[in-house]
């Protein structure tokens, strides 16, 4: 499933092609740093993993939609695979240089699907996008993800409650609401100990 950019373009002119906007995916401005394209990732995954959605009785009545559930995948890919762009120096360079330097913001006529698209023009290094789709791997981002926030065996003299707090919350999340109530108390209890990391206490 193709949800970086199309391989059939958007454009009658074949020398254009649809890229994703992985800044807009993620709230984040072009020039943000990795720390914030980080905080960002984490925030939007936990909250569109299918399993937390499906877990919400908010959205009950669409679980066995089937439109509902390819939306619902579509979104966390593109979460992943924005991350997996923006947080690799040199797969963010090569972006950037189709970001900034091929592409033009969305035209009013772009189908409503490629909201957050922009529209570029081909050339050397679109079939390094290509490729970076392929290798994008939505659960492994995840995994590895929360399992470098967890891992308190390379504490940093800067960082040492962070790792601390994050496994806190995982142990208290899973007591209260399993499997999604450890990703959620991860996430807060790793904010809570940067909060005590940055006072230095």
Same mark, same amino acid.
């Given at each position: 499933?193709?949800?970086?950019?199309?391989?059939?373009?958007?454009?009658?002119?074949?020398?254009?092609?649809?890229?994703?906007?992985?800044?807009?995916?993620?709230?984040?401005?072009?020039?943000?740093?990795? +720390?914030?394209?980080? #905080?960002?990732?984490?925030?939007?995954?936990?909250?569109?993993?299918?399993? $937390? =959605? !499906?877990?919400? /009785?908010?959205?009950?009545?669409?679980?066995?939609?089937?439109?509902?559930?390819?939306?619902?995948?579509?979104?966390?890919?593109?979460?992943?695979?924005?991350?997996?762009?923006?947080?690799?120096?040199?797969?963010?360079?090569?972006?950037?240089?189709?970001?900034?330097?091929?592409?033009?913001?969305?035209?009013?006529?772009? +189908?409503?699907?490629? #909201?957050?698209?922009?529209?570029?023009?081909?050339?050397?290094?679109?079939? $390094? =996008? !290509?490729?970076? /789709?392929?290798?994008?791997?939505?659960?492994?981002?995840?995994?590895?993800?929360?399992?470098?926030?967890?891992?308190?065996?390379?504490?940093?003299?800067?960082?040492?409650?962070?790792?601390?707090?994050?496994?806190?919350?995982?142990?208290?999340?899973?007591?209260?609401?399993?499997?999604?109530?450890?990703?959620?108390?991860?996430?807060?209890?790793?904010?809570?100990?940067?909060?005590?990391?940055?006072?230095?206490?």
């Amino acid at each position: 499933m193709n949800f970086f950019s199309s391989n059939k373009p958007k454009s009658a002119d074949d020398d254009f092609y649809t890229l994703i906007d992985y800044y807009a995916i993620l709230g984040v401005p072009p020039n943000a740093t990795p +720390e914030q394209i980080r #905080e960002a990732y984490i925030e939007l995954a936990v909250k569109n993993h299918p399993d $937390n =959605i !499906y877990q919400d /009785e908010a959205y009950s009545e669409h679980w066995d939609n089937p439109e509902h559930q390819l939306a619902i995948k579509k979104r966390f890919q593109q979460i992943n695979q924005a991350y997996f762009i923006l947080s690799d120096p040199e797969r963010r360079q090569i972006y950037d240089t189709q970001y900034n330097d091929y592409c033009t913001t969305a035209s009013d006529n772009f +189908e409503k699907e490629q #909201e957050h698209s922009r529209r570029c023009k081909r050339n050397a290094s679109t079939t $390094n =996008i !290509y490729k970076y /789709e392929r290798e994008a791997n939505p659960d492994k981002i995840f995994g590895n993800v929360f399992e470098e926030l967890f891992n308190p065996d390379i504490p940093k003299p800067h960082t040492f409650w962070k790792p601390l707090g994050g496994a806190a919350g995982i142990v208290l999340g899973f007591i209260c609401m399993n499997v999604t109530g450890a990703v959620a108390g991860a996430v807060v209890g790793a904010k809570l100990g940067q909060i005590r990391d940055n006072k230095g206490k």
